[in-house]
């Protein structure tokens, strides 16, 4: 099929590449110019493992094609895929206006049937209205149909989750039988290959991301509100964690404690699924969703606390190292990052942090430039006071402690992340604070044994 994909960030150009990977002729769409001179010699403007070898591939065979023109787009394409971005507003709720900008631009070029179809994660209501537009915008009323087939991307994974991802979803409206068959033809080889897929209506294909989503969110801050249990009575929240993971009720993904999720969707789209629950008077139900973004919060917090408590009570004078810069291992991605408001956090307080990241210093550089920044992670410990693990790339688990140690002014280990040998650590003379894994505090309520309460000093 001749397709289109509006919006060439990372959801578009990793499903313009894709798509021409499965045979289809696509045409990405995006108003940067820079950006789409980039990928049309093949260059991807941000790292995802696998990314450029496809877009290369699609670039060659002639299949995949940039444009910054709407009217070209919609002379090209049969099927319209929108991947525009919808950014958190400071009152939580998402920003819609590249949306709404993209299909303004689109559909008065739209002179034939066609179908467009919403990837962007949305508000639930978001694909009813952008069928009003379509209506009134297009030339032909009707020619063009709205369908909506949410990502369910992994930074770092992207590719892989493409073109075999979990599940396919189809949201259309009642009987729109046209927009159904599009999309089933475009993930012909994915269906074929025994990829699940939901055929639904437009509003339930919005909340199933929302909902993904936001389940993620909870499994992760559930864990970690354990650790705040742990850290209180001295308990291992690892064992914890491995021990609810045989449980197959629960299983063991996104239940590694730590420093919290981070990254352009989970906390953006919890932020804003509990906004639109509060406009559509359900916002009692989504009200967990607020803690489950507190205790992400406050596991940044905590790691802050336990680098304060590790330099001897105060961060005047020392110097921090950090490994990590990236929101999770496998992208230059530093939305929202959790390593970085800890950097950020700990310079505040009177710190001198150095920070180092595989992939992600050039995005850290712009965002973050009153930090300091090394070009290794041997660098970024060289002289510290302390060292703080905190996004869990492979490089650093690699990393032998032992000649380290003679490297920095203290063998300190502040680690926020699954990924290191503490044992190794410590055999090596490192001193390691470990999140979730506290030592009792020095007071801590316990039951007495007639059932009340009193307090172990």
Not at 284 to 291: C, D, G, P, Y
Not at 428 to 441: K, N, Q, S
Request: proline share 5%; with cysteine.
């Amino acid at each position: 099929m001749r397709i289109t994909v509006i919006g060439c960030g990372y959801l578009g150009a990793t499903h313009a590449a894709c798509m021409a990977d499965l045979g289809h002729e696509v045409l990405g769409v995006d108003v940067d110019q820079e950006k789409t001179a980039a990928l049309a010699e093949g260059r991807p403007p941000f790292f995802e493992p696998g990314l450029a070898r496809i877009l290369e591939r699609g670039v060659g065979t002639g299949r995949l094609r940039f444009t910054d023109s709407y009217a070209d787009a919609a002379e090209f394409g049969e099927l319209h895929f929108l991947a525009v971005g919808t950014p958190q507003r400071p009152d939580g709720r998402a920003d819609l206006r590249q949306l709404t900008s993209a299909v303004g631009e689109l559909a008065p070029h739209l002179r034939r049937p066609c179908v467009v179809v919403g990837k962007s994660t949305v508000p639930v209501g978001t694909a009813e209205a952008l069928t009003g537009m379509l209506r009134q915008l297009a030339p032909v009323g009707g020619a063009a149909s709205l369908a909506w087939s949410p990502e369910f991307l992994r930074e770092g994974h992207a590719v892989e989750d493409t073109l075999r991802p979990d599940r396919l979803v189809i949201g259309r409206a009642e009987g729109d039988t046209r927009s159904a068959a599009a999309l089933r033809e475009v993930y012909r080889a994915l269906v074929l290959a025994g990829v699940p897929t939901v055929e639904t209506d437009l509003a339930t294909a919005e909340l199933i991301k929302t909902a993904a989503n936001s389940f993620l969110a909870t499994k992760i801050s559930f864990i970690n509100a354990m650790a705040e249990v742990c850290e209180a009575v001295g308990a291992d929240v690892g064992q914890l964690a491995d021990a609810l993971a045989h449980d197959s009720r629960i299983g063991g993904q996104f239940l590694q404690p730590g420093l919290g999720f981070g990254g352009g969707c989970l906390p953006k789209d919890i932020r804003g699924f509990a906004a639109r629950a509060e406009e559509l008077g359900a916002g009692r139900a989504l009200a967990f969703l607020r803690e489950v973004d507190g205790i992400n919060v406050r596991r940044r917090e905590r790691l802050v606390e336990l680098t304060v408590r590790a330099c001897g009570g105060t961060l005047d004078g020392r110097r921090i190292g950090v490994w990590g810069a990236a929101f999770k291992p496998g992208t230059d991605d530093i939305r929202d990052s959790p390593a970085l408001a800890v950097a950020a956090a700990l310079r505040e307080r009177g710190a001198e942090v150095v920070v180092y990241d595989p992939r992600a210093l050039d995005n850290a550089r712009k965002t973050f430039p009153g930090l300091e920044y090394a070009e290794s992670a041997t660098a970024a410990a060289e002289g510290t006071d302390a060292l703080l693990h905190l996004t869990e790339w492979r490089e650093f688990g690699a990393v032998d402690p032992a000649p380290l140690a003679a490297r920095v002014r203290a063998a300190r280990l502040v680690d926020g992340r699954p990924g290191l040998d503490l044992d190794r650590w410590r055999g090596a003379g490192w001193t390691c604070d470990v999140l979730g894994r506290g030592e009792p505090r020095p007071e801590t309520a316990v039951p007495s044994p007639d059932g009340k309460t009193e307090v172990d000093v």
